[in-house]
């Protein structure tokens, strides 16, 4: 609901923005085909009191991942001539990539005491927000542009432990450059890479 609410404000803002503004600005929507690579760093510890007792209780894992995926997305801009081309946008993308699942078995102590069992886990990443403004660079059609990302880690497990990991709000920051150039009337393509960088979570 939260991200919902951010989305309708967002544009909220650009309609506001146009109908104030109509005659120095410039309004773009679509749809964007993305291919995106990330790498992970993940930490896990095994509830426990870390004494050696309880089988494997305490236990710390750190693993690294590389995941590459593709995924479509809206995003609506506008633009302002007045303001040397400083365009603000929103970007949405409701299905981004689903995770490689992690199955493990834990087994008790050898005093026969502790959790047991095999332990799944699953997760996708969902609702991936932008909000972003960009920049033109001089006439060429070449652009740069920086914004806010959130999404959402949505979690499905097995856990002979008992516990439960809650879903994560996942946020971060981009920068991006690109070129754009017109298709002829109002229609328009373009190109663009980016780098991101997400804050630390904890589940």
Do not use: C, H
Not at 56 to 79: D, M
């Amino acid at each position: 609901m939260k991200k919902i609410n951010t989305i309708l404000a967002a544009v909220g803002a650009l309609l506001m923005l146009t109908v104030t503004s109509a005659n120095s600005v410039e309004f773009k929507a679509g749809v964007s085909a993305n291919g995106m690579a990330a790498y992970a760093n993940a930490k896990e510890t095994l509830k426990g009191d870390g004494a050696g007792t309880g089988g494997q209780t305490g236990r710390t894992t750190n693993e690294e991942a590389v995941l590459a995926t593709s995924f479509a997305s809206v995003f609506a801009e506008i633009s302002s001539e007045d303001m040397m081309g400083l365009g603000i946008g929103v970007s949405f993308a409701p299905e981004v990539a689903d995770l490689e699942k992690e199955t493990r078995t834990i087994q008790p102590s050898s005093e026969g005491t502790g959790d047991s069992g095999t332990q799944a886990v699953d997760a996708k990443i969902n609702d991936l927000l932008s909000l972003y403004v960009t920049l033109p660079v001089g006439d060429s059609g070449a652009y740069v542009k920086a914004g806010y990302i959130q999404a959402t880690m949505v979690t499905e497990e097995s856990l002979a432990t008992g516990s439960k990991y809650e879903d994560v709000d996942m946020s971060g920051y981009q920068i991006a450059g690109g070129y754009e150039g017109s298709l002829g009337g109002a229609a328009f393509w373009r190109a663009e890479g980016s780098y991101q960088i997400w804050d630390d979570i904890r589940a």
